[in-house]
């Protein structure tokens, strides 16, 4: 069996974890990074000291462009700022602020084009089930649906996009990252990009979610 990869890393829990999973099932990961204009470059920095970690190889895809042609997303707009959730409120519904019109379909797409260069023909990406009543291209339909249009588009039957979180809670990955003795420390979820995680950023509310449903001890340092 073929066990070349493609996967889109963030730096985050989600992506991490399954970059821990491929290599624990013996696949050789290239992990594609995407500079797309986002307001701070921390992630960028956790996915390096991670594949550095891993000894797996990291390209840095600058896409930056794209800002100017996507607006008003809380993630790259300097003019919508990121809302801040107490933690008596319900953190979701500001997710829809941070939500980069066809993002997904924009880095799955380089992504194929990048693996079918090198022959490989499976990309992996880390979306889960949490974020489909956010993120429309996070849903498994989309997945589905965009891994056949990319098969007719490069006339490869084996081509295969898979996202083995998609069924999955936010929760369950931490458990499985647990289990696969992922350093969390050295993940990154913040959307504010400072020293340590606000806190109370919605992304930073969801990972205090997962880690507290999950019943496992979040080492992340909190300003909040």
């Given at each position: 069996?073929?066990?070349?990869?493609?996967?889109?890393?963030?730096?985050?829990?989600?992506?991490?974890?399954?970059?821990?999973?491929?290599?624990?099932?013996?696949?050789?990961?290239?992990?594609?990074?995407?500079?797309?204009?986002?307001?701070?470059?921390?992630?960028?920095?956790?996915?390096?000291?991670?594949?550095?970690?891993?000894?797996?190889?990291?390209?840095?895809?600058?896409?930056?462009?794209?800002?100017?042609?996507?607006?008003?997303?809380?993630?790259?707009?300097?003019?919508?700022?990121?809302?801040?959730?107490?933690?008596?409120?319900?953190?979701?519904?500001?997710?829809?602020?941070?939500?980069?019109?066809?993002r997904n379909s924009i880095f799955l797409t380089l992504a194929v084009?990048?693996?079918?260069?090198?022959?490989?023909?499976?990309?992996f990406f880390g979306v889960h089930f949490s974020d489909r009543g956010v993120y429309p291209d996070c849903r498994k339909e989309f997945i589905d649906s965009f891994q056949n249009s990319q098969i007719l588009a490069n006339d490869n039957k084996n081509l295969r996009i898979s996202a083995p979180f998609v069924d999955l809670d936010k929760s369950d990955i931490v458990k499985l990252g647990n289990d696969l003795n992922v350093p969390f420390e050295n993940t990154w979820s913040c959307y504010k990009g400072k020293k340590n995680h606000c806190g109370v950023c919605s992304s930073c509310r969801e990972r205090k979610r997962a880690f507290t449903e999950a019943g496992i001890t979040d080492p992340t340092i909190y300003n909040n």
């Amino acid at each position: 069996m073929d066990k070349k990869a493609v996967l889109i890393g963030s730096g985050g829990i989600d992506s991490t974890t399954l970059l821990y999973k491929l290599m624990d099932e013996g696949y050789r990961p290239v992990v594609l990074t995407f500079l797309y204009g986002q307001k701070h470059g921390k992630e960028i920095q956790f996915v390096k000291n991670t594949c550095n970690i891993l000894k797996v190889q990291n390209i840095t895809i600058d896409i930056t462009g794209i800002k100017d042609l996507i607006k008003g997303s809380a993630l790259t707009d300097s003019k919508v700022d990121i809302p801040e959730v107490p933690e008596t409120t319900e953190f979701y519904d500001t997710l829809r602020t941070t939500i980069v019109p066809n993002r997904n379909s924009i880095f799955l797409t380089l992504a194929v084009a990048y693996a079918q260069s090198v022959g490989c023909n499976h990309i992996f990406f880390g979306v889960h089930f949490s974020d489909r009543g956010v993120y429309p291209d996070c849903r498994k339909e989309f997945i589905d649906s965009f891994q056949n249009s990319q098969i007719l588009a490069n006339d490869n039957k084996n081509l295969r996009i898979s996202a083995p979180f998609v069924d999955l809670d936010k929760s369950d990955i931490v458990k499985l990252g647990n289990d696969l003795n992922v350093p969390f420390e050295n993940t990154w979820s913040c959307y504010k990009g400072k020293k340590n995680h606000c806190g109370v950023c919605s992304s930073c509310r969801e990972r205090k979610r997962a880690f507290t449903e999950a019943g496992i001890t979040d080492p992340t340092i909190y300003n909040n």
